[in-house]
């Protein structure tokens, strides 16, 4: 244990001292503090991409996921690298274009003023109640049961009070104990997340996640290829096989219409989640909004969606290797549970099992710099947002760059604060940590990339229609999942899978925004100024490589269906 943590804290502060070193000028600028300066270049926005994206509530989440329905929620990886291209190739030219550096103020030019600052009150309401407390979660879950913190705590079930317990009373009250457990886990990482994204602007985030990008490959490669290697007697090929042979099901990425991810939402709802996050989300999109050019913005994500296609190896194989394990309790220490494991425990359960105790705690230190990350982004996204958005359009005009940043900063705590009040009660989530978030997400996902869409493909549809559709996009989300939703699941009916739903009011949605645009047009043609910031030629390898992600995604796809089976 005291060499898992001296290597731990060992290469968390070197990623601090190189983060630090890097970026003690340029913050007291807008464009320095929010993009850095506008230099990112696509390796370093890649890096930053992955690792803002590649947190906790991904590797926790989506392994638990996994650990309970197999290679079936590979498609929160595999599509995000279409969203990625698609995102490279339409939206990211246009936000270089205008200059922009929120997505919000792309929608003040598109619509007005007012639309811009509702859009920023979601992102923000979403940021503080589902983004921040779920990655603040996870990644004490993640820390707690790496170094088995809730015993250093001495929160420890008596044996005694153990033995007249059945497995799902055990269970129950063993998340009373984690919970007590995380507290000050969360209020920890919190505090050196602030300390990150606050006071260091997106540069240090960015070079952090670099750092910390070679630490995850490298690591998260070596989960499953340490864990095959245990579950195949030393042999990763043996471990396959057994893999394959044991749970075949666990490798249909096709599923059931009951798997949380239908086959047919990929051409629902799940596309238009995925457009959200890549394309739309200014914890993401913000990196590349920070490139020096288009062409480093468009390799960059185009470099993070050839990364993302690697994903499962590190996201979905974890799980099903910790399945086959807690199936196996008598020969793998860690599962001794069994059935009575809750899934977000499968991933940080499996680092304990096959990594030695140094390397726990390197890469305890890479998911520290992976929870950080996403922390960070949505951190330092919430007060760009603010200060650019609500402070300096609303409350103080005449406001300094240096006082706009200041003001992003304080604002900044508080949303760290409200981050950390919320987090630890995660843990009584129905369902399992990563389809929680996906579902809450929709009620201000979905509304937000509708009004994005029709403002990029229409030049008429007036701000009262994005006004109207913002209303209606998440009034009718927040009635279908959380009024109609139960009461037809406890009536005994079967309701739609809520990516259904979201794709269903998107589409319903664009007919009312464009209805209102056909009604009360604007009065002239929206026509978006080049503000030559950036130089916005396109990569010359753009379409090439775009063609080749999508049919390695689709070639994924078919070897694990049963189309493979009936191709042999």
């Keep these: 244990m005291i060499l898992s943590i001296a290597s731990f804290l060992g290469f968390t502060l070197l ?66 690298a279409i969203a990625m291209v698609l995102t490279a190739m339409f939206l990211l030219p246009r936000y270089l274009k205008g200059g922009i550096t929120t997505v919000p103020q ?38 707690n049961t790496m170094f088995d913190v809730p015993t250093a705590l001495g929160l420890v079930i ?93 490798f249909n990425a096709i599923g059931s219409s009951t798997a949380s991810v239908p086959f047919a939402t990929i051409f629902t709802g799940l596309m238009l989640v995925q457009m959200f996050y890549w394309g739309t989300n200014q914890a993401i999109i913000q990196r590349a909004l920070g490139a020096k050019n288009l062409a480093e913005g468009q390799k960059g994500l185009l470099i993070a969606s050839f990364l ?15 399945f086959y394990m807690s199936q196996h309790p008598e020969s793998f220490t860690f599962f001794e549970g069994g059935n009575s494991i809750y899934k977000d425990q499968a991933y940080p359960l499996l680092v304990k099992q096959v990594l030695p105790a140094g390397m726990v705690g390197f890469f305890a230190a890479v998911l520290f710099g ?12 919430s007060v760009t947002i603010f ?77 009262i229609a994005a006004k109207v559709g913002l209303i209606s996009g998440v009034v009718l989300y927040t009635i279908s999942q959380f009024v109609l939703k139960p009461m037809v699941v406890e009536s005994g009916g079967t309701y739609p899978h809520f990516l259904h739903v979201m794709a269903i009011l998107f589409v319903l949605n664009i007919i009312i925004m464009l209805i209102i645009g056909k009604l009360k047009p604007r009065g002239t043609d929206f026509v978006q100024e080049y503000t030559e910031q950036v130089d916005i030629t396109p990569w010359k390898y753009l379409k090439p490589v775009s063609i080749m992600v999508v049919i390695i995604v689709v070639l994924t796809y078919i070897y694990f269906s049963p189309l493979a089976d009936f191709l042999k």
């Design 370 to 381: 992976a929870i950080l990350s996403s922390f960070n982004g949505a951190l330092n996204s």
């Design 158 to 250: 008596p044996a005694d009070v153990a033995s007249t317990l059945n497995p799902t009373e055990l269970l129950d009250l063993q998340r009373e104990y984690d919970f007590i457990a995380l507290w000050p886990t969360v209020i920890s990482i919190a505090f050196i997340g602030v300390i990150y994204a606050v006071f260091g602007g997106l540069k240090a985030v960015a070079v952090s996640d670099s750092i910390n990008a070679i630490g995850l490959l490298v690591g998260g490669l070596a989960i499953p290829l340490f864990g095959l290697i245990a579950i195949g007697d030393g042999s990763a090929m043996a471990g396959i096989d057994n893999l394959f042979t044991e749970f075949p099901g666990k």
């Design 387 to 463: 200060g650019l958005d609500i402070y300096k359009a609303h409350i103080n005009t005449e406001a300094s760059e240096a006082k706009v940043v200041k003001m992003g900063q304080t604002f900044g705590v508080f949303l760290a604060i409200g981050g950390v009040c919320i987090a630890p009660f995660l843990i009584y989530a129905k369902g399992g940590l990563f389809n929680y978030l996906q579902e809450i997400n929709g009620c201000y996902s979905i509304p937000i990339f509708t009004i994005i869409v029709v403002g990029y493909v229409t030049k008429r549809v007036p701000a």
């Design 15 to 80: 990623v601090a001292l190189i983060a630090w070193l890097a970026t003690r000028k340029n913050v007291n600028s807008s464009d320095g503090y929010f993009l850095g300066g506008r230099s990112l270049t696509g390796p370093v926005i890649a890096g930053s991409l992955l690792l803002t994206n590649l947190s906790t509530e991904q590797i926790v989440g989506l392994n638990g996921a996994a650990f309970e329905e197999g290679v079936v929620v590979m498609a929160w990886e595999t599509l995000a």
């Design 106 to 143: 792309f929608l003040e030019n598109r619509y007005d003023k007012m639309t811009k600052t509702w859009v920023s009150g979601l992102f923000l309401s979403g940021y503080v109640v589902v983004l921040l407390p779920i990655v603040l979660y996870s990644g004490a879950l993640a820390v």
């Design 308 to 322: 993302k296609i690697l994903g499962p190896l590190m996201l979905v194989l974890p799980g099903i290797i910790a």
